[in-house]
């Protein structure tokens, strides 16, 4: 058995712009689902949504059916999560509210084995295939992907010093959190937001390092594949399902469905 390809990590060097949806959900059913809709690829969200590690792997077994990718959001920037969920079979993490390049630093290395980190060392697990991947000991550290999440203007200010930490495979901007940390919450097409999410993926088109994001809607992710985001997400399984049941709904009492919350997914 060889080692399985990280397709998503291959496409941020490709010139096609990936368009993903996060997982909130908890559902391996919806999840599948999703899967199935067209996708390139979804976000498994652990920071947000009240998944643990087992329901994380039924998950990652229904999307894995799939012809979607899969990217796996932690919780945190903890060690012994970085662990747990790659041994289940993760191959790329999404690390939230990554301040300064030694926190960085730290995410990457608990990625990497020994001798470039200090992940923990399992042999028979999800993400070898139960032993039957030979050499997974040697080459893992290869396919796995690595974002990192800019939710703050310090972490924006530290951009230039995170973007040099080896291993880093792109940043990934978290609008809601950020246009919180800047005195507008809930206010994502605030200009101010929007101008610092423009600096930012300017900034890393100049250091060819790929940079995401996440919109509510069509017509704001269209503005972001337009700014030069290297991939995008639109939505939620759970935003898609109440917004068409919002406009059923309306249509049905001759209203008009609510509008989108303001670019929050």
Known sequence: MTLPVNHFKQWLDAPKVPVGTWLMTASPNVAEAIGFAGFDYVVLDMEHVPVDVPQAIAIMQAVAGTPAELVVRLPWNDPVMVKRV??????????????NSEEARQAV?????????????????????????????????????????LETPEAVAALPEIAEVEGVDALFIGPGDLSAAMGHIGDIRHPEVQGVIGEVVKACRGRNLPCGIVGADPELVSEYIAKGFAFVAIG??????????????????????????????
């Open 86 to 99: 790659l041994d289940s079979g993760a191959q790329t993490l999404m690390f939230p509210y990554i301040q």
């Open 109 to 149: 290395a608990s990625t990497r084995y020994p001798g470039r980190g200090f992940r923990g060392v399992a042999a028979v697990h999800r993400a070898s295939r139960y032993g039957t991947v030979k050499r997974y000991l040697q080459e893992a550290d290869r396919e796995i992907g690595v974002i990192l999440q």
């Open 236 to 265: 939620s399984d759970m935003s898609l399902m109440m917004s068409r049941a919002q406009e059923y709904l309306a249509a049905l009492h001759g209203e008009t469905a609510p509008a989108e919350n303001n670019g929050v997914y």
